[in-house]
């Protein structure tokens, strides 16, 4: 009996993915061909609640308002706007094949599902791939200036993972103008009254009343008010955990709370452990830095990755002659070369850094170099693609990347795991969905360039919009508890008393400085190579600095206005749980795959060693009372479509 | 390579709320080193005061890669600071030198009350957007892609004026707290598409009202050009002035016919 | 158990744009901040134009008291016999007048949109990039130059003020006589030296500003424009600045 067998008879929660029957390709349509409806006059009888305005979120609440529902959409930030998707650079996939260069939806699925090392579910990712094409079409009709050729038809990119170009991208910003169109979309509705909009309202906990999800506690950052909200549904699409590593590219509030919280009140938190690690991020200049910054991943279509041969080099770039650089991507992967995906990639940079190889004053980076591309294609060109990632990466490290090569370095980049769902994208508590980043549908163990966007998209426009009035049709009628229900108020009193308590410690570190040090542990020995006495050895210091956080947190100010350093807590806080389930997770998981690399676990050429006989599963991890015990659960993955085999990008 | 700056003294805006009356406070940051973002600058000295065990300086970020439009300072007089075409956030210390004494406001405007100390409230942008920013397209009925090719010209046109992150440094930089770049900004990237024909007019009339019930009139300056991150053109401001002529007859010629 | 239908939500489809009001279509346009510009730019262009002739009419004095007067006298002649005697001109001077009166209610009422967009003043100081000393001072150099226009009239127009400070008599016809009566008070020449030289700045800015009020934005013209507004604004300062100096200098009179 394998293990995943022997782990799936343990399971303490029943764990229904609800996959409709059928070949993967028809599951989606039988899907809605037989889910229940919700007539148009009864929708506005119905109340949803949407937590994010991210890509998914925004999506998702314009789709449910202009459908109908009454929709309530919660952020934390100013505005609707703002939401870390506006980051996102490079591009977004669809299977549209406009270039005629043999794509289709099974090629994008099975790409996805490959590029997640087969540790996704099979039927989600087509799903995801089969609404690609719709995206696409939603978005430019609502005027997202794509990038286009000069028959005025659209333009593509190709990028990490895939050998045909189905990237599409708005100069180095295609984050920004799809959120920009999904948050006019929002907007429209908002104008309209069929969104009420809470900004700089932060979740902090969820109510769960007769085991469904019923509503949530909210507070207001400008007053610091606790208030509940109560709905028929809660979507939450809340964006990843990144920022668990404190060094990372995701936007400095991205957060995990909404998520924790949602997993101590009883949602499955799936495979924590498969993080991103970004191939092509600038490398840290000095300790007191807060952010790492992204440099698109479509630089490596035209620029050339390569470290000097030799540790002590000590010449400018540009006096390295050819033979004595290795452009090792190329050496290694021939026929994806620069084009490697993300993980592969970023460890191939670990490793010659680590050999001493790294370039850079702290000799901590590796370098991307355009020269070549320049000769071809002419500066102009160079220019037109890459122009405003050229300026940024001038401000930020203060180098002419047309004259010398840009110095890159992996960083924390994206999250795989996330909030457990089912095929409808419903957590193990009714009435509790989980949309975009925040979930751990689609990407299994490493996401391809250019998905992420897309399947925040799928979620919120495609998909939610209609799994959720199947969830709500049985309802119509039935009363629901409102805020005047006890579980409300004792959750307010709960929300009242933590944030109460991390102003009482009255310690000696600010937040910051825990997050520093937390983030430090995980990149350190949860990062890009994990080893089993690492893990071990995180899985001590971790507790031993949250005890310090409990009881030598210093937070200033009070809690009934903006206080920055208060939000600050209660995130860290919620990282800290998380990073101790990180740690547990990847130490169950002895094998390799995708973004988790264990090195006891690694071919002779020091590839990932996945063991499809023992972990071909997902790992769900249940709340246990105490972030040192969590309860496993597993979801076994089966592949009839694609054909479980090894990873090969040479 | 890196070097360190030394003795900065800043002079930051202090205010406990919205009503409250603020006042400058000066802190003096020995050394930093000038590979260090100003907002790092500025982390660096609230995990000092907060130890110290002072109220940390309240003020909005995310992204930190100037394009959430979040961070919002006025440097020494500059919205955004010094460095052209560059958001508070991407500013670093490379602009400035040992002993500067660097003033630190809020953005102001009547439209962007106050929230804490240089934290303001932005939400009167969205209200314009809600007014008539978008094109309503809703989701389902959306045609391929392809169906109907731009110029080259055209979409690269509106992308400039899309780049608009919704900062607010145009109207904090403008003299008279006008917000004419930011809707201008928007108006000239729908109306420049041929999905934003239909509703061409009803938008620039819709946003134009919004933004009038809140914001200053524009008289020309410029201001907002030079404060822009994203380097957006005054042109998209004449553009909006003449979309706004042509919907006064079209609009009007529509209802005199129904 | 209450239930959570709170919020009523609004319609499902339409659009947010609310229907608007019918109103008379000056007014509907007059009542927003981009109307009142097209006012004031069309008002402006009506007054450059008028200053610009009035400007070169005026040159005339250079070929002496017969030819200025005639020309004073012509423009009552205007259009006669079709129109009775002075009809055009007064027609004009009404115009004039009104655009006048319209451009100083809309900069009046701009002025206090924009002093309500920014009730509390930056602390510290600004450092503008791009903004001048005229486009700054719009409100200044105009009512400056309105006040000029008040004596202006009661000194040449109606000669009530010709005569103050010097003796003689205002006689209307004698249009050259008036000019040099009045500009050999050194007082007097001076202060339309220096209306005229605000108005030159008013202009500087005003007549690049047109453009961009008025939409009239074509990219290929743009580098045009600055150019436009300085060579308006030097043209009609350096012909009116003239007049004075050329009298104090005894080159007319
Ligand atoms: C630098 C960078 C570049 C990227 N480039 C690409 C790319 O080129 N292509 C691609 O496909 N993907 C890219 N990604 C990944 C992609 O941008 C994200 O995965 C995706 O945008 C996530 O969208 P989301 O809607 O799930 O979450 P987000 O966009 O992160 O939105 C989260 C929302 O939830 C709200 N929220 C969170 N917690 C709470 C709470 N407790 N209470 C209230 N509100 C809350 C936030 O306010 C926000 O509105 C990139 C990511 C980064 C960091
Ligand atoms: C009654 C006294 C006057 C006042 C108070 C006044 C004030 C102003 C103000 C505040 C502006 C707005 C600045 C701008 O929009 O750029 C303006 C613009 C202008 N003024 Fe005046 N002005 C006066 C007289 C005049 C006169 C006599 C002329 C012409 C000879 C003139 C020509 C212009 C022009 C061309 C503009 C530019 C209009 C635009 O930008 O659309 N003004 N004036
Ligand atoms: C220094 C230069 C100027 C000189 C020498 C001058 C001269 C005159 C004279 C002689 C008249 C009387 C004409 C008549 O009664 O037949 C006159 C009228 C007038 N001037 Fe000027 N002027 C000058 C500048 C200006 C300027 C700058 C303005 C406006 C901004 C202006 C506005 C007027 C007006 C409105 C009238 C009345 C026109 C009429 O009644 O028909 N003048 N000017
Ligand atoms: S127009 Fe420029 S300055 Fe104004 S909000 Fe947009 S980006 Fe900011
Ligand atoms: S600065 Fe202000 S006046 Fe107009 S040109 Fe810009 S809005
Ligand atoms: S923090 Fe996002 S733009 Fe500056």
Partial sequence: MTLTEELFAKNTVKLDSKIPDGPVADKWDNYKENMKLVNPNNKRKFKIIVVGTGLAGASAAATLAELGYQVDAFTFHDSARRAHSIAAQGGINGAKNYKGDGDSVYRLFYDTVKGGDFRSREANVHRLAQVSVDIIDQMVAQGVPFAREYGGLLDNRSFGGAQVSRTFYARGQTGQQLLLGAYQQFSRQVGLGGINLYNRSELIDIVVIDGRASGIVVRDLVTGEITSHAAHAVVLATGGYGNAFFLSTNAMACNVTAAWRAHRKGALFANPCYTQIHPTCIPQSDDSQSKLTLMSESLRNDGRVWVPTNPNETRQARDIPEEERDYYLERLYPSFGNLAPRDISSRAAKRLVDKGQGVGPKKNGVYLDFSEAIERLGHDVVQERYGNLFEMYERIAGENPYETPMRIYPASHYTMGGLWVDYELQTNIPGLYAAGEANFSDHGANRLGASALMQGLSDGYFVLPYTIGNGLAPLLGKSMPGIDHPEFKAAEEAARERFNAYLAINGTKSPDYFHRELGKIIWDYCGMERTEEGLKKALELLPALYQEFKTDLRVTGDGDNMNQTLEKAGRVDDFFQLGMLMCRDALDRKESCGGHFRSEYQTDEGEALRDDENYCHVAAWQWGGDPMTPNLNVEPLEFEAVHLATRSYK | ?258 | MAQVVTSQRGPVTGTATQQRKKRPFLLDLYSTAVGKKYVMGLTGIAMMGFVLAHMIGNLKMYLGAAHLNEYAEFLKQLLVPIAPEGVVLWLLRGGLITFLLLHLHAAWSLTRLNRHARPVKYQSSRDYQIANFASRTMRWSGIIVLAFIFWHLADLTFGVANTIGTHGVFVKAEVYDNVVRSFQRVPVAIFYVVANILLGIHLFHGAWSIFQSLGWNNPRFNTWRRAFATGFAAVVVLGNVSFPIAVMAGIVG
């Fill in chain 2, 1 to 258: 390579m890196s070097n360190h700056l030394k003795n900065i003294t800043l002079r930051i805006w202090r205010q406990a709320g919205p009503a409250a009356k603020g006042k400058f406070e000066t802190h003096v940051v020995d050394e930093i080193t000038d590979e260090a973002s100003f907002l790092e600058m500025l982390d660096i000295l609230n995990d000092k005061l907060v130890t110290e065990g002072k109220e940390a300086v309240v003020f909005d970020h995310d992204c930190r890669e100037g394009i959430c439009g979040t961070c919002s300072l006025m440097i020494d007089g500059q919205a955004h600071g010094p460095q052209r075409g560059t958001a508070t956030c991407q500013l670093h210390m490379r602009q400035f030198k040992s002993n500067d004494t660097i003033t630190i406001e809020p953005w102001r405007a009547s439209a962007f009350p106050i929230i804490k100390d240089l934290m303001v409230d932005r939400s009167a942008f969205d209200r314009i957007i809600e007014s008539g920013g978008y094109i309503t397209s809703e989701t389902g009925g959306a045609p391929d892609a392809n169906l109907i090719p731009i110029s080259k010209i055209v979409s690269d046109a509106a992308m400039d004026s899309a780049a608009c992150i919704g900062c607010g440094a145009c109207v904090a930089a403008c003299p008279n707290g006008a917000a004419n770049l930011f809707t201008g900004a928007k108006i000239a990237h729908l109306s420049r598409l041929p999905q934003g024909q239909a509703e061409r007019y009803s938008r620039v009339e819709a946003m134009v009202e919004t933004m009038d019930e809140k914001f200053g009139s524009c008289t020309n300056h410029g201001e907002c050009e030079a404060a822009c991150p994203k380097e957006i053109s005054i042109d998209v401001i004449a553009l909006m002035n003449k979309d706004f002529r042509k919907a006064k007859f079209a609009n009007r010629k529509d209802l005199a016919r129904k």
